[in-house]
């Protein structure tokens, strides 16, 4: 900030230095207009000139060319036309060089308080103040997303009005799982911007996971006025793709995500989707097989980023308890509870025991995935009706506090062994 001020400073001297150039050259220029005025000798020519043609009418008058009328009469012209020739070659007096001199200070002070003001209405200080605050945080060698958070909501206090400020604090609270902040961020950025179609999307997109995955009355209400202002938009196209997977339309979900991948977004984003669009054409086409070694036989496969392996059983005592072909979803999630699911994969009951490896490329919502993920909550679930919501009647198993690794990890041992009321 000093060095913007000094900037601006500098910039105000330079005008003002070229403000005074007309007053430090204002001496020089009166001499030469009052040597100028001295050798004019306009008005003498005229008079000689005069002189001249009234010589010549006396002239005719006496050889009879014209009468005594007549040499009157242009005697008088002659005489109006010199009148009128001394009355333009008549100048008002100069001033002297410090005539108006009070007028240079006075401009000067008024560029100076018309700069600030205009730089006050139209200028960026809010935003170069959260620049600097950011840029201060990340230069600390002990950095913290909680550090960075809590010093974008001071800003957030200082200029509740500058919608960059809300625009920088939405991600950092989705990312941390403070869904009920970031929606107040997005209706804040609303609010300052109007009902634009990507901020109605993100909305939508925040109450759909805060909402256990439901399109209640309020998020279809976004989806359809959003809709109306984009068909295409990625991050409603997304949406509307993990909702149609979650429901089986895996027809439906591959042709939203195909649509959010024709527009520009993040390649994190883009990833997750075209692995979303494998696993859905995999499970439309019916290929049970490949389903499967996505899920519990491809533990051995290359996969890179974060990870958990899960060596997933079944109680003894529920063995019978649901048909040997039903899914079963294996899902991380973050501790909280607050984010989409970070991974998910599915297999068949008669497949367990077995491995099942969770990854970056098992996200199935562009909002969240394994990475940066430090600690993960697992559940397993078993559905007698085949639809990924959970009801009565299914078997789970969960395990809290589970570690996610970039390396190969170590099997973590996830059993079902409860009943859902």
């Known amino acids: 900030m000093i060095l913007m001020w000094l900037a601006f400073a500098l910039l105000l001297l ?36 005069y002189r001249r043609r009234e010589a010549s009418l006396k002239e005719a008058r006496e050889r ?58 139209e200028g960026a200080e809010g935003d170069l103040a959260l620049h600097q605050a950011i840029k201060t945080v990340r230069e600390d060698p002990q950095r913290t997303p909680q550090k960075l958070m809590a010093a974008v909501e001071q800003q957030a206090q200082h200029q509740p009005e500058n919608s960059d400020v809300w625009r920088t604090l939405y991600p950092l609270y989705r990312d941390s799982g403070q869904l009920d902040k970031a929606e107040d961020a997005l209706q804040r950025l609303i609010t300052l911007e109007g009902r634009k179609s990507w901020w109605l999307a993100e909305k939508a997109q925040i109450l759909y996971f805060a909402n256990q995955r439901q399109l209640t009355p309020e998020v279809q209400g976004l989806v359809d006025e959003t809709l109306a202002m984009d068909a295409n938009e990625p991050t409603l196209m997304g949406l509307l793709g993990v909702d149609a997977f979650e429901k089986q339309q895996y027809q439906q979900a591959i042709d939203y995500w195909r649509r959010a991948l024709a527009a520009d977004i993040p390649a994190a984003i883009a990833s997750a989707m075209q692995e979303g669009i494998h696993v859905a054409q995999q499970r439309l086409d019916g290929n049970n097989t490949d389903v499967n070694n996505i899920a519990g036989n491809n533990a051995a496969a290359t996969v890179t980023g974060n990870r958990i392996a899960v060596e997933l059983s079944l109680a003894p005592e529920l063995s019978d308890s649901l048909p040997s072909d039903a899914i079963v979803f ?70 809290t506090g589970v570690a ?13 062994d409860q009943v859902v009321e």
């Open 64 to 121: 009879g060319d014209i009468d005594q009328q007549r040499f009157e009469e242009d005697l008088h012209e002659l005489q109006r036309s010199l009148l009128d020739d001394t009355a333009y070659l008549q100048r008002s007096p100069l001033k002297s060089a410090r005539a108006g001199r009070i007028m240079v200070p006075v401009l000067v002070a008024l560029m100076v308080i018309a700069s600030l003001v205009w730089y006050r209405w």
């Open 330 to 399: 294996v899902v991380a999630r973050d501790s909280a509870g607050q984010l989409p699911p970070l991974a998910i994969q599915q297999l068949r009951l008669n497949q367990l025991p077995a491995t099942v490896m969770l990854s970056e490329a098992n996200a199935m919502s562009p909002a969240a995935s394994l990475k940066g993920s430090n600690e993960v909550r697992l559940v397993a679930r078993v559905s007698a009706s085949g639809q990924a919501q959970s009801q009565p009647g299914d078997l789970m198993g969960e395990r």
């Open 14 to 49: 330079v005008a003002a230095w070229l403000l005074m150039i007309p007053l430090r050259r204002a001496a020089k220029v009166e001499k030469r207009q009052r040597d100028l005025e001295e050798r004019d000798d306009a008005a003498e020519q005229n008079l000689s000139v």
């Open 404 to 416: 996610v690794s970039t390396t190969d990890p170590d099997p973590v041992a996830l059993t079902i």
